[in-house]
C-alpha cells in the first residue's frame, strides 16, 4: 500500500501578509522536495471538514469568530492573521484528517502525511492562536473515535508545546498527549507537571527540553519513553503533529534537531506500533530544512510501508 499525501492548492491561499514565517512558501518548498517520490505516493484532496466535525472540538463562538475575521481579513493577534480564502483553507486542513482516516479504513493508504496550512495544535476549543485556526490534529482523533479507533494517541514533536491539543483533551482518558518541545517557549505551557486532570490524570506526558538539547536528547524520548508510553496505553491510532522547527537551521526555536535526528524520530514512531499513523505539517520555518525534513519524513513512512 501506498502512503498517500493529504493536500490542496487552497492551502496556498492563506495569505499571512508579507514577512510572516508561516506563509505558502513553506508549502511550495515540501511539494518542491516530493517531486521526485511524486508517482510513487497517493495523492488525496481532502474535503472540507463539516460543521459537526468543527464542534466535536471547537465552541461555535469560535468557529463564527474564524469565519468572520477570514471574511473581514482580520488579524485574530499579532501573530495570527487570515485573509480572504484562510477559512476554506482552515476547513480544508481541518477536512485532512478526515479524508486521511476513510483512505485507511478503505485500504487505499496504510499510513498519510497531511500537508496543510494553517497548522493546528495551538488552536484551543475556543481561541485561534499561535498561527492556528483550528485544531486539526484534534478534529481527526475525534473523528478517528466515531470510527472505531476508541484510543487514540497524539505525538507532537514540534518544537513548541501544543497547548490546544492538550488542553482539549486534558481531561480524557481516551486521548493521550505526547509532546517534546523547547521549554520555556511559545506558548509556555509543557511542564513536566502537567500530567492531566480527573479521568485524563496521566493521560498527558511532556518532555521539555533546553535550548541546544539536540538528537542525543530527543531520540531516548521517541525510542524508549515513547514504546513505554504505548504498551501502558495500547492506542488503536497514532497522530504525529509533525513540527520541523525542531530543526537546527529553524529561525523560531534552538533545539537543533538534525535531519537525520527527525528520521530517526519519525523511524521510532513508525516501529512502535503497527496500528495507523496519520502525520500532520504543524510548524518548520526554515523552507529548505522543511522540505528536506518532510521528504526525509515520507522516505521513512515508505520505507516500513513495504515491509
Ligand atoms: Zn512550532
Not at 508517482?39 to 466535536?56: G, K, R, V
Not at 485507511?104 to 499561535?130: D, E, L, N
Not at 466515531?146 to 487514540?152: D, L, Q, T
Request: charged letters at 20%.
Amino acid at each position: 500500500m501506498a502512503v498517500a499525501i493529504i493536500y490542496d492548492d487552497i492551502f496556498l491561499e492563506h495569505d499571512t501578509g508579507a514577512y510572516h514565517p508561516e506563509n505558502a512558501d513553506r508549502l511550495r518548498s515540501i511539494i518542491r522536495y516530493l517531486e521526485p517520490l511524486r508517482d510513487e505516493l497517493t495523492w488525496i484532496t481532502p474535503e472540507p471538514a463539516s460543521y459537526d466535525q468543527l464542534c466535536s472540538v471547537h465552541t461555535p463562538a469560535h468557529i463564527a469568530s474564524v469565519e468572520h475575521a477570514s471574511m473581514n481579513l482580520r488579524a485574530i493577534d499579532a501573530d495570527t492573521q487570515t485573509s480572504e480564502h484562510s477559512y476554506e483553507a482552515a476547513l480544508k486542513a481541518a477536512g485532512a484528517g478526515v479524508s486521511a482516516i476513510d483512505a485507511i479504513m478503505s485500504g487505499q493508504a496504510s499510513t498519510a502525511f497531511a500537508a496543510v496550512r494553517p497548522p493546528g495544535h495551538h488552536a484551543t476549543k475556543y481561541q485561534a492562536m499561535g498561527f492556528c485556526l483550528f485544531n486539526s490534529i484534534a478534529i481527526a482523533a475525534r473523528y478517528a473515535q466515531s470510527k472505531g479507533f476508541e484510543k487514540v494517541l497524539i505525538v507532537d514533536f514540534d518544537v513548541h508545546h501544543g497547548n490546544g491539543t492538550q488542553d482539549i483533551f486534558y481531561d480524557d482518558e481516551t486521548v493521550f498527549y505526547f509532546s517534546s518541545h523547547q521549554y520555556p517557549a511559545y506558548p509556555g505551557s509543557g511542564s513536566a507537571q502537567e500530567t492531566g486532570i480527573g479521568d485524563g490524570e496521566g493521560y498527558t506526558r511532556n518532555f521539555p527540553l533546553t535550548p541546544g538539547s539536540g538528537d542525543e536528547v530527543l531520540l531516548p524520548i521517541y525510542e524508549e519513553a515513547l514504546p513505554e508510553t504505548l504498551r501502558e496505553f495500547q492506542p488503536d491510532i497514532i497522530l504525529v503533529s509533525a513540527g520541523y522547527d525542531l530543526h537546527h537551521s529553524d529561525p523560531l526555536a534552538q533545539l537543533n534537531a538534525t535531519t537525520e535526528g527527525i528520521g530517526d524520530i519519525v523511524s521510532a514512531i513508525m516501529e512502535s506500533s503497527p496500528v495507523p499513523k496519520l502525520f500532520f505539517l504543524e510548524g518548520g520555518y526554515d523552507l529548505d530544512a522543511l522540505g528536506q525534513s518532510v521528504a526525509k519524513t515520507i522516505q521513512v513512512m515508505r520505507e516500513y510501508d513495504k515491509e
